[in-house]
């Protein structure tokens, strides 16, 4: 199957129903129609990072299912999975097998040794200072080998996410070995997660080296590409990276949208939401929200200063349950740059405002991707938040096959699934985009192909929205 442009539920194995079976139940049972595309998050066994730590990518955790459960759902549904092209679980058999063999090791060139990578075995400060990190001090984890040696092992990330040396013929051997097993288990997309962070050299930021990226990411793409299937390369960062990506040809992520839909949803202008419409890369997919926080580094620049802590503020004041303190070092936020909130918790569990911003993805270019808990219009769960103490999974929610049940009967849910299936319906999507500001608060968004019309007209002050589709000598309203 290939990508579709058709709507992309985003989930993990075990957020709706408790494993592959469920979540296929729940497909079956009530999302046919609403979305064409999944992306099951990391589904491998994994140490750490609710997945991201991935120990072997030709497994699939037991609790979850297996292959068979994967294939029957990608058979089904334009089917994305992870590649952690940046690293891999300390648990992993390849970096317990070099803890324990070191030099005799066949996949001690897989890592990337201090040693080795720095001229004098060790960073200098000021070379330490220059690194684009998660941590305070240089990125690595001590490895204790099994003859006592200690030796350190670049690590930019958990401890249990050791760094990959893309450049070693060992790595891309490996890369290219599971990158065409999950192909050949049904994956149309390969999404690179922390792709920007592959590369690294001495006395750089050791974030999107050029020209080494592109290498990584041509080799990459063109394992996939051979059958059939595309890769998605995943960054935070400054909306430019993405528009360079997108200038060589490959799927992006809009990444900018969820803080510019807030923006104007909060401010009721629309002239940044006109601007970046206009603007931003056509093969992309869209997101308001991910498993991840709300991202604000991807929005600089496309807001001021001023409207980025505007909006942020507003998140605070009017999202409901939202605290500052749930996106800080005391909820084991890793990333100063991103807000942890369910997005219709973030416009204060509002329908009005939840819908539109919803009608607003899906009429901007790209295809849209909903997070599991945005399909059913989640609140924050400050319960799970509290036991756990990790930011992000206030926007983690566990559902069962009965709360789903009942949350599929809410309004705005269904509202939302009459979105969704209106937009995997109709072929106007598939042709050009038109945004125009009408005035200081309103928009309008013009989608054309083959003798079929839909436009939009959105008030952001009012949250007031017409939808008139328009076919050889008819035209109808639509409403959700």
């Not at 290939?2 to 469920?22: F, H, Q, W």
């Not at 001590?142 to 996410?161: M, P, V």
């Not at 949803?265 to 093969?283: A, T």
Request: proline letters at 3%; aromatic letters at 12%; glycine letters at 4%.
């Amino acid at each position: 199957m290939t990508v579709k442009n058709k709507i992309m539920l985003i989930t993990y194995a075990d957020s709706l129903g408790e494993n592959l079976k469920e979540l296929k139940i729940v497909l079956d049972r009530y999302l046919q129609d609403v979305v064409g595309g999944i992306h099951i998050l990391p589904f491998y066994p994994s140490s750490g990072d609710r997945g991201f730590a991935p120990m072997n990518y030709q497994k699939v955790e037991e609790r979850f299912g297996t292959w068979k459960d994967i294939q029957a759902i990608s058979k089904e549904y334009y089917f994305m999975t992870d590649f952690m092209i940046n690293h891999l679980s300390q648990q992993s058999e390849e970096f317990q097998d070099f803890l324990e063999k070191k030099e005799d090791s066949k996949w001690k060139d897989l890592f990337i040794r201090y040693k080795n990578f720095w001229p004098d075995g060790e960073p200098t400060q000021e070379q330490i200072d220059l690194i684009y990190k998660r941590k305070p001090r240089a990125p690595f984890y001590l490895a204790e080998f099994a003859d006592g040696s200690k030796e350190k092992i670049w690590c930019t990330f958990d401890e249990q996410q050791i760094d990959l040396d893309v450049t070693t013929d060992v790595t891309k051997y490996f890369i290219k070995e599971n990158l065409s097993f999950l192909v050949d288990q049904g994956a149309d997309l390969i999404r690179l997660d922390a792709f920007a962070y592959a590369n690294k050299k001495a006395d750089t930021n050791c974030f999107f080296i050029e020209p080494d990226i592109w290498e990584t990411l041509e080799e990459s793409a063109a394992v996939v590409q051979a059958k059939g299937a595309e890769v998605l390369p995943e960054i935070h960062e400054h909306y430019t990276i993405q528009q360079k990506i997108a200038d060589h040809g490959y799927y992006v992520y809009d990444f900018a949208l969820p803080m510019l839909m807030l923006y104007s949803l909060y401010s009721g202008k629309v002239d940044r939401l006109v601007h970046w419409m206009n603007s931003c890369p056509r093969k992309q997919f869209t997101t308001l929200d991910t498993h991840d926080g709300i991202g604000v580094v991807d929005v600089k620049d496309l807001l001021a200063e001023e409207e980025i802590e505007f909006t942020k503020e507003k998140l605070y004041a009017q999202g409901a349950n939202t605290k500052k303190i749930y996106s800080s070092e005391a909820y084991n936020n890793l990333d100063i740059y991103q807000i942890n909130s369910t997005y219709y918790s973030a416009l204060g569990d509002d329908d009005e405002s939840y819908l539109l911003s919803r009608i607003l993805q899906c009429f901007a270019p790209g295809i849209p991707q909903v997070y599991y808990v945005g399909l059913l219009a989640g609140k924050n769960d400050i319960e799970l938040l509290e036991q756990t103490k990790e930011g992000r999974n206030i926007n983690r929610h566990y559902y069962d096959l009965e709360e789903i049940e009942k949350e599929i009967e809410r309004p705005i849910v269904q509202k939302l699934f009459n979105l969704f299936n209106f937009r995997n319906q109709q072929q106007a999507f598939d042709g050009t985009i038109e945004v125009q500001q009408e005035d200081e608060h309103t928009l309008r968004i013009l989608r054309s192909n083959v003798g079929e019309e839909i436009s939009l007209t959105a008030n952001l002050l009012t949250k007031a929205y017409h939808v008139v589709v328009s076919k050889e000598d008819t035209k109808k309203e639509v409403r959700f």
